[in-house]
């Protein structure tokens, strides 16, 4: 079963940084796609970027593009979001989901599998 488990939210100001990690388990994630999604309250989950496990190659929402980086660590099974230059309307709970598939998927609907979410907040 696979377990996908997120960590790293918190509060910050605006301009300011933050790394998520989400630890990946149960399953070998060679051919996976690991997604980063966001939800703020009262909206949608929206893509915010995703990795394929192999090769590392990534792609982002154009909201993100620039600020944002997700990379993975082979030898831990995590994969990490690295966040600067936040802006407040960055503030949502952050998921990490990953699907076995090939492509790059980008509708929350394409994904298996969830994390629990962490929330990222930040203050103007």
């Known amino acids: 079963q696979v377990q996908l488990v997120e960590s790293g939210g918190g509060l910050v100001q605006a301009g300011g940084s933050l790394r998520l990690s989400c630890a990946a388990s149960?399953?070998?994630?060679?051919?996976?796609?690991m997604g980063w999604f966001r939800q703020a309250p009262g909206k949608e989950r929206e893509f915010v970027g995703g990795i394929r496990w192999s090769g590392g190659i990534t792609y982002y929402a154009d909201s993100v593009k620039g600020r944002f980086t997700i990379s993975r660590d082979n030898a831990k099974n995590t994969v990490a979001l690295q966040m600067n230059s936040l802006k407040p309307e960055d503030t949502a709970v952050y998921y990490c989901?990953?699907?076995?598939?090939?492509?790059?998927?980008?509708?929350?609907?394409?994904?298996?599998?969830w994390g629990q979410g962490t929330q990222v907040t930040v203050s103007s």
């Open positions: 989901a990953a699907v076995s598939r090939w492509g790059t998927p980008t509708r929350s609907d394409e994904y298996d599998y």
């Open positions: 149960g399953r070998t994630f060679s051919s996976y796609v």
